[in-house]
């Protein structure tokens, strides 16, 4: 396997009274895009504050395509903060090129890529616009391009989708794809796991300044796949073997049923439905999979139970 | 360092593009001058009294007053046979007469009893002295020559000193100008206490503004934060400096422009015209003084009036223009980088104000004490020395001591103590800049801020 694009290693870090990272471990391969899960105050923030090296860690090390961290890694690195927003009075092309020069673009550079993503926005209209003017989702699209206009190899995104409309969202996720498609490595921070877990090749959790899980996401799913089959169709159904368990079983009308089947262990899904077949008209036949959420809160349990008692966001700082 | 440039570029051209900076650069000046034509009119070329006297003492107080009457006060008899009846009528000719002056029966040169000054409304005490100097005048003069003393040995006796204050210091000893010294101690220091306070105000603003927006963390991903701060600051100091230079530029274009009029004029009545001259000339550089028309008379000796600005003579121009130019920068650095700290630590302008407050105390106190002991006081004295060598209260009191003349030593000490000052205040600033800017929703404690500046990385 390639180096990693950025290879984090026993990162620590604390605040005053409270721990943020406490010896977080993670590798995030080049080309991808990679999911930091975790709930509010697990930890995220402060782990991407120091990868954008607005904070540094208090022990551990961070490797950017091998080398240690370092300030000239900026230009290369694109950051969408949770707490994002622009400058209300400036124009919208002037914003740009302001932010787009002070990652280290050259004005005439700048000047030509801020064109060609206006375009692609539909921003063109606006380009000599004060920012106030504009209408919320255009201001995300304005922040989206101030993010990548420096065509970063990896772009960090904190909470991107707080805040956007379907239809933006929809947007910044196909450019999101393209920009990986292209080349990039992008990082995605959130605490809703699921508007983002169909999108990533590999994910972190982070629970309590911890990390409880990473991998790919398919190995992570296999993992913790539940050998659970729901099933639906006509006929009286009466399970009744020793090779499955019903966990869930509800008659509809008409004489059909729904039922959730967990397979004891050795047991295939043809299993099952060979038993199905010869006793009940099977209408559909579906392996649950858990969700991101799922194996989190699975996880969460088995590792550390203790957290799970509420949870309090802590301040991020 | 390019960064800082840029973020200084952006700062000052934001603020110099508004439309605001530029009706401040162009009004100002001509609003100042035109305040002190203003006053120059109504007060410094003041017109003559008209005094309506009512002599019932037999002493023929008119005619004494009308002989010895000086320019500023002019005795007529009033009309009436009465006292009533003349109230009356002065009360109709009000516009006419500023005052009916009664002399009762019993007056006497040796008793004044009774002496009554009529006015509508409140007569000025400047109007009232003088015409109690008339008065006193008169009646000495009248006593003097009961006691056999002719008027001749009597305008003999009369005192007329006039003092020429020579400053050694200067070279060849040249005449010390206090009017023109007092007056741009005054206009110097007010202009670095408004100007430190109103670009510091603007630094927090807009370092408040830009936590706000929620700009600020996609700022320092990109910079560090302290150059964000520097940046801001600098940026701002520009704009300052540009405003100065623009008001100077404009007031000197203005005055040279307006002088050779007012001069034309001086010719038909000399004191009015020169003190208008003067007042247009001082009005962008010496405030308070101008309203005084004893100063004014001071400030130009009549040869002077072909410049306007020769009022400026006998001051150390160039110390004086160099060191308000840094120990305004020097304070306002000072300064601004403490409302820059302000700035990030709160999260909402009202939250502001008690962080502000302790800043403020010292730009304030400075002033007010300083005006006292080095303008009301001794320059020179041990109390404008130390007020002039700490760093929080030297920009003002420094500046307000440059025309009296300041040994170098003592401006070299000051200016080193003001640059380790700023230092200081800039690193405790950035400190806690860094921590304030991306802290949200916490309520901030002057303990929580003096934690922030021990934090870590």
Redesign the interface.
């Known amino acids: 396997m390639k180096t990693p694009i950025l290879e984090v290693r026993d990162v620590h870090k604390q ?2 009274a409270h721990t943020a990272l406490d010896g977080v471990s993670l590798d995030i391969p080049e080309h991808s895009i990679f999911g930091l899960l975790g709930p509010n105050g697990a930890g995220k923030t402060s782990l991407i ?1 120091i990868i ?5 860690a ?1 022990e551990g090390e961070i490797r950017f395509r091998g080398e240690k961290l370092n300030p000239s890694h ?1 230009a290369q ?1 694109g ?12 124009k919208v092309g002037e914003q740009l090129l ?2 787009a ?3 280290g673009l050259g004005r005439a550079d700048a000047t030509e890529r801020i064109k060609s993503w206006i375009t692609r926005f539909d921003l063109k209209p606006w380009i000599e616009k004060n920012v106030e003017d504009l209408s919320k989702g255009m201001q995300q699209k304005v ?1 989206f391009i ?1 993010t990548v206009l420096h065509e970063p190899s990896l772009i960090i995104l904190d909470e991107p989708f707080s805040g956007f409309d379907p239809i933006n969202a929809n947007l910044i996720k196909d450019e999101i794809l393209r920009l990986r498609d292209e080349g990039s490595t992008i990082i995605f921070s959130t605490h809703r796991m699921e508007s983002v877990e169909e999108m990533c090749d590999n994910i972190a959790l982070i629970n309590r300044s911890r990390k409880v899980l990473d991998g790919p996401v398919r190995t992570i799913k296999d993992q913790f796949k539940t050998q659970t089959y729901e099933v639906e169709g006509k006929g009286r159904l009466m399970v009744m073997h020793p090779d499955f368990e019903v966990l869930k079983h509800q008659e509809r009308e008409n004489g059909h049923f729904y039922d959730v089947i967990k397979l004891h262990a050795g047991v295939t899904p043809n299993d099952l439905l060979r038993y199905l077949i010869s006793n009940v008209e099977v209408h559909a036949f579906r392996e649950l999979i858990p969700s991101i959420n799922d194996i989190f809160i699975r996880r969460v349990r088995e590792t550390m139970p203790e957290s799970l008692v509420e949870q309090k966001p802590e ?3 | 360092m390019d ?1 800082i440039w ?2 200084i570029q ?1 700062e000052y051209l ?1 603020r110099v593009r508004k439309k605001s900076f530029f009706i401040m650069s162009l009004l100002a000046p001509l609003l100042v001058a035109a305040t002190f034509v203003g006053i120059a009119k109504f007060s410094g070329s003041s017109e003559t009294d008209v005094v309506a006297v009512r002599d019932e003492s037999g002493q023929q107080m008119l005619q004494h007053l009308t002989t010895t009457a000086t320019e500023d006060v002019q005795f007529v008899a009033a009309d009436g046979n009465t006292l009533a009846e003349a109230t009356n009528l002065f009360k109709k000719a009000k516009d006419k007469q500023d005052a009916l002056l009664y002399f009762p029966p019993t007056f006497t040169l040796d008793k004044s009893t009774g002496t009554q000054l009529l006015a509508n409304g409140n007569v000025s005490l400047n109007r009232q002295s003088k015409i109690r100097k008339a008065v006193n005048r008169v009646v000495g003069d009248l006593k003097l020559s009961r006691s056999g003393i002719n008027q001749t040995t009597i305008d003999n006796l009369k005192a007329n000193v006039e003092l020429d204050a020579v400053d050694l210091t200067q070279e060849g000893g040249r005449k010390n100008n206090v009017g023109a010294t007092t007056g741009a101690a005054y206009f110097l220091s007010i202009l670095v206490y408004m100007f430190i306070f109103i670009y510091g105000v603007q630094v927090m603003r807009g370092v408040a503004e ?1 936590k706000s ?11 560090k934060p302290f150059q964000l701060m520097l940046g801001k600051i600098l940026g701002i100091a520009a704009v300052v400096l540009t405003q100065f230079a623009l008001w100077l530029i404009l007031s000197w274009g203005v005055t040279s422009l307006a002088a050779p009029l007012l001069m034309k004029s001086e010719v038909k009545s000399p004191p009015a015209a020169a003190v208008a001259g003067i007042q247009e000339a001082k009005a962008s550089r010496d405030a308070p003084t101008v309203p005084n028309a004893d100063d004014a008379a001071v400030a130009p000796a009549p040869t002077a009036v072909s410049s306007p600005w020769n009022f400026l003579d006998g001051l150390p121009i160039g110390s004086i223009v160099g060191g308000f130019l840094f120990f305004f920068l020097g304070g306002y650095l000072l300064y601004s980088s403490m409302f820059a700290a302000i700035g990030a630590a709160v999260d909402d302008q009202t939250d502001a104000q008690q962080f502000m407050f302790p800043v403020t105390i010292p730009l304030i106190l400075s002033y007010i004490v300083s005006i006292n002991v080095v303008i009301n006081g001794d320059p020179n004295g041990p109390l404008a020395f130390w007020l002039s060598m700490i760093p929080f209260t030297s920009p003002i009191a420094m500046v307000m001591r440059l025309p009296f003349g300041v040994p170098l030593w003592q401006l070299l000490l000051s200016g080193a103590l003001l640059v380790g000052g700023f230092l200081f205040t800039t690193w405790v600033a950035a400190r806690i800049y860094r ?1 304030g800017i ?5 309520k901030v404690t002057y303990r929580e801020l003096s ?1 922030w500046m021990f ?3």
């Open positions: 605040y005053a504050r954008t090296q607005i904070t540094a208090d900026i690195i950051y969408l903060p949770e707490e994002r927003g622009l400058y209300k009075k400036m302001y932010l020069r002070l990652r922040q101030a301040i991020k700082s | 960064k840029l973020i952006r934001t830009e927006n929620r700009i600020m963390e996609v700022m320092i991903s990109s910079v921590v991306l802290m949200y929703g916490k934690k934090y870590k990385g």
